[in-house]
């Protein structure tokens, strides 16, 4: 018994924020009903098995005391590390990405869970080192954020290694200590880095290439499947008019004209058979869910608990807005699935369980980090 109340110590169970658990099962309640529509029942039915074990690890990792995650941030990391860099010689290949595991009845993608393990070993950093007001100080904490990405981009995986780097800057900007210039060189110098490799040949895939090219200036390339993709996604976005075409009724979705209805842009599906009022609905569910999490990271006074919170809160927000943006033409295409809607054991799992952590968080907002904060 002492065991278990160390495991779970100042757990207060009515600071539990069971509103997110609740919103984040309608969230897949929905892609349950537009995976029937986009792809079939069947594997609406394996989205829901996935979803009870996300409600399961949700439970399980609000009860956990996150403070422990601290010591535990550096074995998660490696671990994390270890599967990515297994991937090439153990994984399996579907659509010429390989990113998963095979286990039979399941496969499990590692750069999901992955993003957390970075998000702990980051704020796990900014929470004990002593200084983070010099630029040197940010160099370990990027090198962390940045080797994870490197092995997803190899994959390859642009958009869940996309995810990494902003994650980085939001977390460091809430440290406190971190001076603002910093944050913009770094900024500045991935800029750079970028255009550099724009411009060096081979070190951008082209197809990679062609999904920014069709996104600056599409008639340039109208035969590239970029341009036919971006193009299809927002055709069904108009589409859907005021009403919609009706689920399961609409036109593009039913002659399979959408690519990867239901994982890359299955919030075109929603916007075609749902129209603009109903799929404004779920935009606004969305939006209230990462209000939610601001509150709850504002009212934690914990520095790690709150770094934690403010992750948790990036890769959810930025992943939820690019996919939207993807299927109204307002970013290039970069392969990202719409949170806890779209298709995905490894995605639904790890977001259900990322919300645990800021449930584990809130429910224990009176406590303070164990090890002292440092002194400025």
């Known amino acids: 018994m002492r065991f278990i109340r160390d495991l779970t110590g100042g757990f207060e169970f009515r600071r539990v924020p069971w509103v997110l658990l609740g919103a984040a099962v309608v969230l897949a309640l929905v892609g349950a009903l537009f995976i029937t529509s986009?792809?079939?029942a069947q594997l609406a039915k394996r989205h829901l098995v996935f979803m009870v074990i996300g409600v399961l690890a949700f439970i399980c990792v609000a009860l956990f005391d996150y403070r422990h995650l601290a010591s535990l941030s550096v074995p998660l990391y490696i671990a994390g590390m270890l599967a990515l860099a297994l991937l090439p010689v153990l994984g399996v290949t579907i659509n010429n990405a390989r990113r998963w595991y095979d286990f039979g009845p399941f496969s499990a993608q590692p750069s999901e869970p992955m993003k957390y393990a970075v998000i702990l070993i980051v704020a796990t950093y900014f929470t004990c080192h002593g200084r983070i007001d010099?630029?040197?100080d940010l160099v370990v904490p990027l090198a962390l954020t940045?080797?994870?990405m490197l092995l997803i981009l190899r994959q390859p995986d642009l958009g869940s290694a996309m995810l990494l780097l902003p994650s980085f800057f939001v977390i460091a900007f809430f440290a406190g200590r971190v001076p603002l210039r910093n944050i913009v060189l770094l900024i500045l110098a991935g800029v750079f880095l970028s255009l550099a490799a724009w411009f060096t040949p081979g070190a951008i895939?082209?197809?990679?290439?062609?999904?920014?090219i069709s996104f600056i200036?599409?008639?340039?390339?109208?035969?590239?499947?970029a341009s036919y993709n971006a193009m299809q996604a927002t055709l069904a976005v108009t589409a859907g008019g005021a009403a919609g075409q009706g689920w399961g009724q609409g036109r593009l979705n039913r002659l399979r004209r959408i690519p990867e209805r239901h994982t890359d842009f299955i919030f075109a599906v929603i916007a075609e058979e749902w129209g603009f009022f109903r799929t404004s609905a779920i935009v606004a569910l969305y939006?209230?869910?990462?209000?939610?999490?601001?509150?709850?990271?504002?009212?934690?006074h914990d520095r790690f608990g709150r770094l934690v919170s403010v992750g948790v809160l990036s890769i959810f927000a930025f992943q939820s807005l690019l996919h939207m943006a993807i299927s109204l033409r307002l970013t290039p295409i970069t392969g990202l699935t719409l949170p806890l809607i779209s298709y995905g054991g490894s995605s639904l799992v790890s977001t259900f369980a990322g919300f645990g952590l800021v449930a584990s968080v809130a429910a224990r907002r009176g406590t303070v980090f164990s090890i002292a904060e440092p002194e400025a």
Do not use: W
């Open 38 to 40: 986009a792809h079939s």
């Open 134 to 136: 010099r630029l040197r």
């Open 146 to 148: 940045a080797a994870p």
């Open 205 to 212: 895939k082209e197809g990679q290439r062609e999904r920014v």
């Open 217 to 225: 200036n599409p008639q340039s390339i109208p035969d590239a499947p």
């Open 287 to 300: 939006l209230l869910v990462m209000v939610f999490l601001a509150r709850m990271t504002n009212r934690t």
